[in-house]
């Protein structure tokens, strides 16, 4: 886990290096890689990265898009994605079925420079479905708009809660994936069970109202999505935010599988 302990917020980071991320995973077997977009230019030049897994044959699979790392100091998202996509390469049942999207690095000069807002000073996820001139968000629109994904999610950490907590959001069987998640995920990091969190009125660690702009499917998608936004204590060991995001991750796709053969058997 050497990778994770460079991201220790109790350690102090050196430069960071997309490149450096990016390259041993893109040498995993099984992934298909694809680098969308590119913005800025010569050695200042970013693309968004897209590792595609698909579990089994399935004609119509399953479609989930996994997104971290849109707030460049919040390393979870990445760090978690990166591991996550090593479990799937080794563990193909976790995935059958599946069509996995998967973003590790949303804002990728924000995870350089270890800033919350991209390098023009941009909150990201503040910016969708708002005729952005960003260019992040208008390659992820992009994807939002053709990928008619069955589930979103997306990964953050918050410096101000000591516990795991989310936020849902579109198709109704939502809170039924998040609950057993922080759930699992309680197992590894204490939940945050406060009536309030971020602002927000929240419920067993589950908040129902979203900040408006940030990164989800656009309006009248068909399918209507799940959508949940995963959040880590920001100050706790990296080591655990991340296994404590695999979990969730994972109670998730179990979760909504089982959810969909039920519904399949009505
Ligand atoms: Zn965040």
Known sequence: ????????????????????????????????????????????????????????????????????????????????????????????????????????ICNPTGFEDNTRNSRSGRDLNREFWKNSSEAEVQILERELRSSHFNGIVQLHSDDTTDGIYGFVRGHTLTENLLRPALRAAGQILPRNINATIDGFAARDGIIYDLYEG?????????????????????????????????????????????????????
Request: with cysteine.
């Open 1 to 104: 886990m050497n990778h994770i302990a460079q991201f220790d917020p109790n350690q102090k980071d050196g430069p960071r290096s997309i490149e450096r991320f990016v390259e041993p995973l893109r040498a995993l077997p099984a992934l298909r890689y694809e680098p969308l977009g590119s913005f800025g230019s010569g050695s200042q030049a970013y693309c968004v990265s897209r590792f595609d897994f698909r579990g089994g044959k399935s004609s119509d699979p399953i479609r989930i898009a996994l997104f971290g790392g849109i707030h460049g100091d919040e390393p979870v998202g990445p760090l978690a994605l990166a591991e996550f996509l090593r479990i799937l390469v080794n563990e193909p049942a976790l995935s059958e079925n599946f069509h996995l999207q998967i973003y590790p």
């Open 214 to 266: 940030v990164l989800a499917a656009p309006a009248q998608m068909d399918p209507v999505p799940f959508e949940i936004i995963l959040e880590t204590p920001q100050k706790a060991a990296m080591e655990l935010q991340v296994q404590a995001m695999i979990v969730a991750l994972r109670t998730i796709l179990e979760e909504y599988r089982r959810l969909m053969a039920f519904a399949a058997n009505i």
